[in-house]
């Protein structure tokens, strides 16, 4: 049970907050290794979701690395949190580049 102190809304989180649970969802979905919010991780992913235009944008990346073979260790090598906080990484996922071909 939590205890609200008078006139004192629940804090909502933010979406830099929301991000990094969205992103632990699908890393223990896929096997990838769900580091620690600490350091400069949580300035670079607030700049990450101001530079593609917000959460839906940083979702829809999600759904990318989530079906790349590549990102997903195909090659032996997985995509990790700090490979997505990289801004041309980031851009290079969401364009397609990582996407599976046919």
């Not at 804090?11 to 290794?33: C, H, L, R, W, Y």
């Not at 079906?67 to 949190?81: D, L, V, Y």
Request: negative net charge.
């Amino acid at each position: 049970m939590t205890i609200h102190h008078l006139n004192e809304e629940p804090e909502e989180k933010s979406d830099v907050d929301k991000a990094f649970a969205n992103f632990q969802t699908v890393a223990k979905d896929i096997g990838i290794p769900v580091p620690r919010f600490l350091g400069s991780r949580r300035p670079k992913l607030k700049q990450r979701l101001k530079d593609i235009g917000g959460l839906e944008a940083w979702n829809e990346a999600l759904g990318k690395l989530e079906h790349s073979s590549f990102c997903c260790g195909a090659t032996g090598w997985k995509a990790s949190f700090d490979f997505l906080l990289q801004e041309s990484s980031l851009y290079k996922l969401l364009e397609g580049n990582y996407d599976d071909r046919d």
